[in-house]
């Protein structure tokens, strides 16, 4: 079936089969009969083909239709942006949880700091150590966090539809779902990982800088700017394997939940959250090493009786295992994945629903244009 419609913006009388009289400014007809789509105005006559068995690339965009296929139309700035929104969210909404996660990875804590749960940990510190210290360091970590997940997701989508089409031929690929999240994870720490070093000192128990600019005067002084990518090696080792487990397992649960891609919040958040808790109970060995690079935790290394400051992997690897055992590189695991779940959730519900939004106000542009054009 084929559509015929009438636009005329000038006053006219319209006396063909199937249509009506009329003087008005603008007349819409609509005629079953014929096989193309007529735009008139006193200038512009556009022509142009539409059928029902139109292809999923040339149909324009709705609220209902597959906005996953939309990618290759959008900007980059487009990703970019969703990233970045989704990525402060992401670390602020969850951020007390984070600081307790922290707190409770620490291998020789103060008496005073030692925790059961995520929840004593947070009434004991908010009444003892006042109501706004779980969010100390808040602040470098939302200056980071823009930044580097707007490179990452905008890295991911790239690097996913281009492996995709090598591998998939345009399909979902789990192996290029894998390898774009490991890709766009280089970027994303390669900016997170100083902030990451402030935030925990900051968050640490007793605490001995009084801000944000006290800690990067004091860290930079003392041991250089070489401690703020200390810890790079193990983030990456960490967080490429979780990025990869994340994203795998964000994307089977999409096939089973979301198999067509449409918009749809609830399997996004489901998705998110079943990703970020898998791949954070996964990683919690290396989060455990990069937390005692990151704070150079002067009791436990000085009970190993290591001189200077602590690097490498290996070397974390092998304090960790000194100090608790087994048991230690499992330390804080219930506080991240608490922390996880709902971040990851609310990263990706985010991210989509942005991606979905300024698709959705880009596209008509573009068709508008398109037509004008045509």
Not at 71 to 97: D, K, N, R
Not at 241 to 267: C, D, K, W
Not at 274 to 303: F, M, R
Request: neutral net charge.
């Amino acid at each position: 079936l084929t559509w015929s419609i009438l636009i005329q913006t000038t006053p006219s009388v319209v006396t063909s089969p199937g249509r009506w009289n009329s003087s008005s400014d603008d007349v819409v007809v609509i005629h079953a009969s014929s096989p193309r789509m007529e735009l008139c105005s006193d200038s512009v006559v556009a022509t142009l083909d539409m059928s029902q068995n139109k292809s999923k690339d040339e149909e324009p965009f709705n609220s209902d239709g597959d906005y996953e296929s939309l990618p290759p139309h959008v900007s980059v700035t487009t990703h970019m942006t969703a990233g970045a929104v989704a990525g402060i969210l992401e670390h602020t909404v969850m951020y007390p949880v984070d600081s307790v996660k922290t707190r409770m990875q620490s291998l020789q804590p103060d008496p005073n700091a030692q925790y059961k749960s995520v929840y004593e940990a947070l009434k004991r510190i908010i009444r003892t150590e006042g109501i706004f210290r779980p969010l100390r360091g808040l602040n470098i970590t939302m200056i980071g966090a823009g930044p580097a997940h707007a490179l990452y997701f905008a890295c991911y989508e790239r690097v996913k539809r281009s492996l995709s089409d090598v591998i998939q031929s345009g399909g979902n690929s789990h192996l290029a779902n894998g390898v774009a999240g490991s890709v766009a994870t280089v970027l994303h720490d390669a900016v997170m990982n100083p902030a990451e070093v402030i935030k925990q000192r900051m968050q640490m128990y007793n605490s001995p800088y009084r801000g944000l600019w006290d800690c990067i005067r004091t860290v930079t002084y003392t041991e250089g700017v070489g401690a703020f990518y200390r810890s790079y090696s193990t983030q990456l080792t960490m967080n490429i394997p979780f990025q990869a487990v994340h994203f795998i397992t964000y994307e089977l649960m999409q096939e089973q939940l979301n198999p067509h891609r449409h918009y749809h919040p609830g399997s996004h958040i489901l998705s998110g959250a079943a990703a970020g808790a898998v791949s954070a109970a996964i990683t919690t060995p290396l989060d455990v090493c990069k937390t005692l690079l990151n704070t150079q935790e002067n009791i436990a290394l000085s009970s190993m009786n290591v001189s200077g400051h602590l690097t490498g992997m290996a070397n974390a690897f092998r304090t960790v295992y000194q100090l608790g055992g087994l048991s230690a590189f499992f330390k804080g695991v219930q506080a991240r994945v608490i922390y996880q779940m709902p971040s990851t959730a609310i990263a990706w519900s985010v991210y989509e629903f942005f991606k979905y939004f300024l698709t959705k106000q880009q596209l008509p542009q573009e068709h508008e244009h398109t037509i004008l054009l045509e």
